[in-house]
């Protein structure tokens, strides 16, 4: 099955600065790769997410970049800033059947210093 | 618009009691839902994905007698935990996918339930 690594576990930056999370996945043929950003106690919420035909998707402060060929993806924050504190989960899934399954990394806590 | 919600949002029961958790997807048809249990401070892990009017698959390791799962309708899922234990509080998540996102895995996520079992 698909195993999903991610990287740090923990991330502290100073207001303004920028935040990288990165993720490696194991198996070749998973194509949806979804971050999800999860307040204490909340539901994980979808921030952004990339397909396995594009390799970098952005979204205002917030991108994503795929590397197929080293099975690596990651999530990039600049100008971070408090309300960005959380923890953030990368995904990733194959396939299109109905028993298609996420299979999430385990989480990263970042923390943003005014 | 995907919108899913989870009912009740906390729940303290006693020890050997079953505790029945709703999760509705409110604007669209879960064609699937997902079941997953999440320990403090650690990832989600799933539990069972269920189609509608399919009986659920369960992953390995978790006990499908103990953990029954209906999805009877496009827009309802119940996970009832029987005779809970305190090892099975925990915080139950439900996701649910549709059939616009099934070309891809994209999930919908309720707020969760909080089971305290004393």
């Known amino acids: 099955g698909e195993n999903v690594e991610q990287h740090p576990s923990t991330l502290s930056v100073q207001e303004g600065d920028s935040a990288v999370i990165k993720c490696t996945y194991s198996d070749s043929a998973s194509n949806y790769f979804p971050w999800y950003k999860q307040e204490l106690g909340k539901r994980p919420q979808l921030i952004i997410d990339?397909?396995?035909?594009?390799g970098e998707k952005k979204d205002q402060r917030i991108a994503v970049t795929l590397n197929k060929t080293a099975k690596h993806f990651s999530l990039h924050i600049t100008e971070t800033q408090p309300e960005d504190s959380a923890v953030y989960f990368c995904a990733a899934s194959r396939g299109n059947s109905g028993y298609s399954t996420l299979t999430f990394g385990k989480g990263t806590m970042l923390l943003v210093s005014p | 618009g995907a919108v899913v919600s989870q009912h009740p949002s906390w729940v303290i029961c006693k020890s050997g009691t079953s505790v029945k958790i709703e999760c509705r997807s409110l604007?669209?048809?879960?064609?699937?839902m997902f079941w997953y249990r999440q320990f403090p401070k650690q990832s989600l892990m799933l539990m069972a994905t269920s189609n509608e009017g399919s009986k659920a698959t369960y992953e390995q390791g978790v006990e499908k007698d103990k953990f029954l799962i209906n999805h009877a309708s496009l827009t309802l899922s119940t996970l009832t935990v029987t005779s809970a234990h305190p090892e099975d509080s925990s915080f139950y998540i439900c996701?649910?996918?549709?059939?616009?996102?099934?070309?891809?895995?994209?999930?919908?996520f309720g707020p969760g339930t909080r089971l305290t079992v004393l």
């Open positions: 604007d669209f048809q879960a064609t699937t």
């Open positions: 990339i397909r396995s035909n594009v």
């Open positions: 996701s649910a996918r549709g059939t616009a996102q099934s070309s891809y895995n994209e999930q919908f």
